[in-house]
């Protein structure tokens, strides 16, 4: 190639490169920026305001060193919103995942009306938190005689149950539980759905030929561990949508005076310490720096125990 | 022309930016005019009684020196306002359940003291000493809201059962007033957690924080009083998960309970339903220093430091809620019931001078307490919890107020160190 049309060449390759760098940041700038002023700011302005007293302020004044870390460590009300998450996570996480992996089989083996089904279990998952929790406290369990609950227990001559006002038995588990399975379980059910679509049908005529047996053998022997990518991403989903609850549990259990000790989870006390009127925005960034370490060390030991992003072998 | 797929993103993108510069020119920031040359900017929380938004709206109208727009803000008022103080884009005048200690001592509230000059003397001194620190006052009242213990007559008589004077008869009477089908007391869906607050503490001739500063509650009284309200939630005596709460008396129509703790403001909607057989009580006294008790509190107008016409704010709130007494009367009278905040109005208020009205002030001026300033947000949230876990949970009285005795001290120094 002569000397002038390889420059010809390598300037329009040039041209063409800066053109698709102008292009990627147009399209991207806007929602990068956006993502810096709206998220890594405030994040960062978070950080350093949990290192000062910032009581009805946003403007650092008083340094105070660790001192709020020290303060939201030694919070019994704190630890014990970890301990809710605790408790919850360990009555959400497997019964989302058991339920929804069992809907995802039963619809996947459905031969008719396969969409219908689909659509009914998924359909809750568009239901608002905040309105599915309203129903839940106003129709079907509040305490007296003529909610839904209480009438099906009328009949059997049981009184009437505060749902949500009794600790002993601590009732209000099965109220909140009951709420996210119904809202939750049927998006990971679809997840559950994809993941088992793609197991290849040779695979259970090999197996059928070897002389496994369908059902549970079939079951525990192929489908679960052809299951493992899908499974632990739903798992480590269930996990960080745990620490996240927030809009169930106020909805159902605050009111205008407030929120009972019980069943309080980390973001509802942060949302008490740093916005309500108690506006001590300085303890309130502490905890959120608590607590992101804390989902973040969950995380990180939750995926390298489930070999998340492992080379399949 | 043909369209071109840069064509169509260069479109795309004029009318993105046009649409941006269009709803940043117009965009709601909460502020009368978009802050260029507007007028003030009022904010409410929503009442719940019909009529009073358009009432607001009818006395910012009437003001003529400047424009003023009232916002009705439904939600979580006390949050919205919290929030709205940090930045410049909040109200310049709104009212406000408080200012809180914490609010007047960061600032965030104009010195209001000046605008009661001359009819400081008129308004409650209950409900005005919390609006007042440092000898300043930082919010005017509006109206003052006490709440009460209502009781039908007619299931009383038929118990044999008689008005309950002291909280061990209030026990007994919840306890023999219970049924299958109705509950004998409802104190709100936690029990009494929230809405009793402190009133136990002044029934049992206590109080949260005294006058010269100190912990008011650190007292065996306190506890025992506490395990009286224990025992209602033991006797199965409370109603619990309502679906209306304490503050709107539909368990109290439709049956469900024979006595409820709830507002004065309810009052219209129950003697509508119930005629002459409801009666009203303060909650009983508990002890042998205890007296009866009335909470009574009041929302005041305040003006934001962070206004840029703050003195054209304060002339506005001067001239509603000191000036306009016919307004005042309007708004506590017609819509629900309120007692108005000055007591010369109160005197004149016709509808509060028979039946259960009249026995509510006189109850509320004879043993009327409200919470005081040093009671902040964080020693009544212990308390709260505290409470709760003696109704609910059976937990120790004693051990549980001493950790909120050591909250409360923590608090005050603090407090203290600010101001």
């Known amino acids: 190639m002569p000397p002038a049309a390889l420059r010809r060449r390598l300037l329009a390759t040039g041209r063409r490169q800066r053109n698709r760098t102008l292009w990627f940041w147009v399209f991207v700038g806007p929602f990068a920026a956006g993502l810096a002023l709206f998220t890594y700011v405030p994040l960062g302005w978070s950080v350093v305001l949990s290192f000062f007293d910032a009581h009805n302020t946003v403007t650092p004044r008083d340094f105070t060193g660790l001192g709020n870390y020290r303060r939201i460590l030694s919070d019994p009300e704190f630890r014990s919103s970890l301990t809710t998450f605790a408790v919850f996570s360990a009555i959400i996480v497997p019964a989302t995942f058991a339920l929804s992996l069992a809907l995802a089989l039963a619809v996947n083996r459905l031969r008719w009306a396969q969409a219908f089904f689909r659509s009914v279990f998924f359909l809750p998952t568009a239901c608002s938190y905040v309105v599915a929790a309203l129903v839940w406290k106003m129709s079907i369990f509040n305490g007296v005689r003529f909610g839904l609950a209480n009438t099906v227990l009328g009949w059997f001559g049981a009184e009437p149950v505060a749902w949500l006002a009794t600790t002993h038995p601590p009732w209000y588990w099965l109220v909140i539980g009951t709420v996210r399975l119904w809202l939750q379980t049927g998006f990971y059910m679809i997840l559950f759905l994809a993941g088992l679509q793609r197991i290849p049908v040779g695979l259970y005529e090999a197996a059928a030929l070897d002389g496994a047996r369908p059902g549970w053998q079939t079951f525990r022997y192929i489908t679960f561990p052809a299951l493992r990518a899908t499974s632990v991403a739903v798992a480590l989903l269930l996990v960080i949508n745990a620490f996240q609850a927030f809009d169930e549990f106020f909805n159902l259990l605050s009111d205008a005076r407030g929120y009972p000790p019980y069943a309080r989870p980390p973001l509802v006390y942060l949302y008490y310490t740093a916005l309500g009127q108690g506006q001590d925005l300085g303890l309130g960034s502490a905890g959120a720096v608590v607590l992101a370490l804390v989902i973040a060390v969950v995380t990180v030991v939750q995926a390298r125990w489930s070999g998340l992003g492992r080379r399949e072998e | ?419």
């Open chain 2, 1 to 419: 022309m043909p369209i071109t797929r840069r064509r169509l993103l260069a479109a795309g993108g004029g009318l993105a930016l046009a649409g941006a510069t269009a709803a940043a020119c117009g965009s709601n920031t909460g502020r009368a005019g978009g802050g260029s040359g507007g007028g003030l900017s009022h904010w409410y929380h929503q009442y719940g009684e019909a009529g009073t938004e358009q009432a607001v709206r009818r006395y910012a109208a009437a003001y003529k020196k400047t424009r003023v727009s009232v916002q009705w803000r439904p939600g979580n008022y006390d949050q919205q306002t919290a929030a709205a103080l940090l930045s410049g884009s909040g109200p310049d005048v709104f009212e406000v359940n408080g200012p809180t200690l914490d609010q007047i001592l960061g600032g965030q509230v104009v010195d209001l003291t000046d605008l009661l000059k001359d009819v400081k003397d008129d308004f409650q001194q209950a409900v005005l000493a919390p609006k007042t620190h440092g000898g300043r006052i930082w919010g005017i009242p509006q109206t003052v809201d006490t709440q009460l213990l209502y009781y039908r007559r007619s299931l009383l008589d038929k118990a044999g059962v008689r008005p309950p004077r002291s909280l061990d008869e209030l026990v007994d009477a919840a306890r023999r007033l219970t049924d299958r089908r109705t509950k004998g007391l409802f104190l709100g869906n936690d029990g009494g957690a929230g809405v009793l607050g402190a009133t136990p503490l002044y029934a049992a001739g206590l109080s949260p924080v005294t006058a010269d500063g100190t912990v008011g509650f650190d007292d065996p009284a306190a506890a025992r009083t506490l395990a009286k309200i224990r025992r209602l939630y033991e006797d199965k005596s409370l109603l619990l998960g309502a679906p209306a709460d304490w503050s709107d008396p539909s368990a109290f129509v439709q049956g469900l309970t024979a006595m409820q703790w709830s507002g004065l403001w309810a009052l219209p909607q129950i003697t509508k339903a119930l005629g002459d057989d409801v009666g009203v009580l303060p909650f009983p006294a508990d002890g042998p220093a205890g007296k009866p008790a009335v909470p009574v509190g009041a929302y005041a107008a305040a003006v934001s430091a962070r206004s840029g016409r703050k003195e054209e704010a304060k002339e506005y709130v001067r001239w509603l809620w000191v000036e306009q007494t016919g307004f005042q009367q309007d708004f506590a009278l017609s819509y629900g019931l309120h007692l108005p905040a000055r007591t010369s109005l109160a005197r004149k208020a016709d509808r509060l001078r028979q039946g259960p009205a009249a026995e509510a002030s006189r109850f509320a001026a004879e043993h009327g307490h409200a919470d005081p300033l040093l009671w902040t947000v964080a020693s009544k949230v212990a308390y709260q919890d505290a409470l709760s876990r003696i109704i609910k949970d059976g937990a120790d009285p004693e051990g549980q107020l001493k950790a909120v005795v050591r909250t409360t001290e923590a608090e005050l120094a603090r407090v203290r160190k600010r101001s």
